[in-house]
């Protein structure tokens, strides 16, 4: 299974990006996905979750209201769509997938996440 995600770039606070992760190999429908961030000096964070069908989703505090992750399956991509902007989003953004456990499962927890994508830079100026 190979991640690529691409979408980021720099932006303005206030102002919006959509990250796409294109997955291949094994069937996408499989995975529960998760989009992960990581700031310069800091640990990998969690940021959203989605179930194998995309009926389900999770947030962490940080984005909630703010970010949506959705996910077309016939296109085989997960999307993080980013929106009001804060410095503080400022990281490196990585696409991850998990063999889902059922059709709603989805999960927050890093060592669930088998394949990982090689990160795309989202810088937001103050």
């Known amino acids: 299974v190979q991640l690529q995600a691409s979408g980021g770039g720099l932006v303005q606070t206030g102002g919006s990006l959509r990250l796409s992760c294109e997955v291949s190999?094994?069937?996408?429908?499989?995975?529960?996905m998760g989009w992960w961030r990581q700031a310069p000096g800091k640990e990998r964070e969690f940021a959203a979750a989605?179930?194998?069908?995309?009926?389900?989703?999770y947030y962490s505090d940080s984005v909630k209201g703010r970010f949506t992750i959705s996910r077309e399956n016939a296109k085989n991509t997960v999307y993080l769509q980013m929106n009001s902007l804060k410095p503080e989003d400022t990281a490196v953004y990585y696409c991850?997938?998990?063999?889902?456990?059922?059709?709603?499962?989805?999960?927050?927890?890093?060592?669930?996440?088998?394949?990982w994508g090689q990160g795309t830079l989202v810088t937001v100026a103050s």
């Open positions: 991850a997938a998990a063999l889902a456990r059922g059709l709603t499962w989805f999960t927050p927890n890093l060592f669930e996440y088998s394949y």
């Open positions: 190999g094994r069937s996408f429908s499989t995975y529960a």
């Open positions: 989605i179930s194998r069908t995309g009926s389900t989703t």
